[in-house]
């Protein structure tokens, strides 16, 4: 078993969450997010070509129509594409420019078009949805353990949202609800590595009523860390693949779970087990030892 000392630096990397949250929650209102077309409107064009064609000279070839805002990426085949547009010119006329400009054959597969409306409607769905589950984990930890480590558990959760959303604030990376099922994935896979060290640190309150808090914390830290870092380290290594080879369209997706894994696996020793510290959980534990995982 390992022995680090995980708690030694704790004020200093609380002091870096807090001001990396500060920073992404400035970035939000300042900066903003690139939201794709599910939440501020536009049309969705699949198109596939007779041959294969390099996608920057699609990209050229729409720079030259007068369109606000749009975006192309690979999609599925070497040949096919997939084009998002505002709805300032019709997916009949892109079609037809593109031939034109190209001098290729060009068939639209689908066409989805989204409005302002329901882009706003979805923000809404998607903030809910993610509010809703940090009540539903608050109520869950509370039921399992104490105060305490509910609200350790959702500040580490609220931390990692926040911070990869700022990200792609930052990296100005487009935000779909792709993107808010990454957010989602990130909340379940976090609290679920944050449940496991509750747990030890549980047990051992139950085994010992006396030694001091943060050593006890520490070791159950320590207790932990080996399958903390093969669950992270085999999950990183398939969604690293997706990142990779995935494509353009999943990369968004993908980009957002890698991080998500790495800053909810920091935030889990250095947010979630220090709080419980801070808050003094009980230490008359009189029930029996609960080793299930």
């Known amino acids: 078993m390992t022995n680090f000392n995980f708690l ?50 699609i990209r050229n070839s729409l720079s030259k129509l007068k369109i606000n805002n749009y975006s192309v990426k690979e999609f599925g085949a070497v040949n096919d594409f997939l084009i998002s547009t505002d709805n ?94 990454a957010l989602l994935t990130i909340i379940g896979y976090s609290i679920n590595d944050t449940v496991i060290i509750y747990d030890r640190i549980r047990e051992n309150l139950k085994k010992d009523s006396t030694t001091e808090l943060s050593n006890l914390v520490n070791e159950s830290l320590n207790n932990t860390l080996s399958r903390t870092l ?28 890698t991080f998500g894994i790495i800053i909810g696996t920091y935030s889990s020793i250095y947010i979630a087990s220090p709080i419980v510290m801070f808050f003094k959980v009980k230490r008359d534990w009189s029930v029996k030892i609960d080793n299930t995982p």
């Open 230 to 257: 093969k669950t992270s380290g085999t999950t990183l290594l398939s969604i690293i693949a997706v990142l990779i080879f995935g494509g353009e369209v999943l990369r968004g997706f993908a980009f957002a779970i």
């Open 8 to 57: 030694k630096y704790k004020n200093f990397f609380l002091f870096v969450s807090f001001f990396l949250v500060l920073t992404s929650i400035i970035l939000v209102f300042t900066k903003g997010l690139d939201f794709g077309v599910d939440f501020k409107g536009g049309t969705t064009i699949e198109i596939r070509l007779e041959k294969k064609i390099e996608i920057e000279n």
């Open 88 to 181: 300032s010119v019709s997916p009949t006329d892109i079609k037809n420019f593109i031939e034109k400009d190209l001098k290729e054959k060009i068939s639209i597969r689908k066409i989805e078009t989204v409005g302002p409306k329901v882009g706003s409607e979805l923000i809404k769905s998607a903030i809910y949805s993610v509010l809703l589950c940090f009540v539903a984990m608050f109520f869950y930890l509370w039921f399992r353990f104490e105060w305490q480590f509910s609200f350790g558990g959702i500040v580490a959760l609220f931390h990692d949202t926040i911070i990869t959303v700022g990200v792609f604030s930052l990296l100005g990376l487009q935000f779909d609800l792709t993107i808010v099922a």
